[in-house]
């Protein structure tokens, strides 16, 4: 069985500054990984995903996060953050083609202040 | 280009009532459909996922319940709602890549 942990409930942050939200991840297969956001009161979006290839991966909005096998991690980063980032942010992971076993973590809320 | 459709936005309903929340993709054919709950505060449930007409699994027990009369239309039914029924609610399909595309969902309160 897969599971996500994301330890942060809560991070804020000032704006300009860089954030890190982490997320650990456990599986016994082959995983793809997601950073999905969720702005209020709105769906998911999808913000990157590592399915193979390079383990650094990144967003049109300035996110990136990396695949790390050996730590089973995959935390999302932004060297500087803007106001319009506030939002909540899901890791996700998927340990086969047909999305069947997709697993959320618990979600994180970046607050980013003024 | 595919799109996901959901409605109504938002409803409130008494204790009791029933409930019909229904999911439409447009774009792709034989997509795996999905049904979330997110209670406030709180992460994502998976509630239903079907990978075909008439082929539905359940992950939670409850009295929800879930149909796909067409290929690309997910229905969440309930007969009688509960308060603790209350949350977001969210469709989504997925594809070969694993990953899910979300509806913009459907807020539910009861009282």
């Known amino acids: 069985a897969q599971s996500v942990t994301q330890l942060d409930s809560q991070v804020p942050v000032f704006e300009e500054a860089p954030v890190e939200l982490r997320c650990n991840y456990s599986?016994?297969?082959?995983?793809?990984l997601f950073w999905y956001v969720q702005y209020p009161n709105q769906g998911l979006q999808l913000l990157l995903k590592?399915?193979?290839?390079?383990?650094l991966v990144k967003s049109i909005n300035g996110f990136e996060a990396e695949f790390n096998k050996s730590q089973t991690s995959f935390h999302l980063r932004k060297p500087s953050v803007h106001i319009s980032d506030t939002a909540e942010y899901f890791c996700?992971?998927?340990?086969?083609?047909?999305?069947?076993?997709?697993?959320f973590g618990p979600g994180t809320r970046l607050s980013v202040l003024p | 280009s595919q799109t996901i459709h959901q409605w109504p936005a938002t409803l409130v309903q008494p204790v009791g009532s029933p409930l019909s929340l229904e999911c439409t993709v447009e774009?792709?054919?034989?997509?795996?459909l999905y049904w979330y709950r997110q209670a406030a505060g709180r992460g994502l449930q998976l509630l239903f996922y079907?990978?075909?007409?008439?082929?539905i699994s359940s992950e939670v027990p409850q009295n929800l319940s879930a149909s796909r009369p067409q290929d690309r239309q997910f229905i969440l039914s309930s007969k009688k709602l509960l308060l603790s029924d209350s949350g977001f609610y969210l469709c989504?399909?997925?594809?070969?890549?694993?990953?899910?595309?979300f509806g913009e969902g459907s807020r539910l309160t009861v009282l």
């Open positions: 989504a399909w997925g594809r070969g890549t694993g990953e899910l595309f």
């Open positions: 599986s016994s297969v082959s995983v793809y």
């Open positions: 590592y399915l193979s290839g390079s383990t």
């Open positions: 996700a992971v998927s340990g086969d083609n047909y999305g069947q076993n997709f697993v």
């Open positions: 774009g792709t054919s034989n997509p795996n």
């Open positions: 079907s990978i075909g007409i008439d082929q």
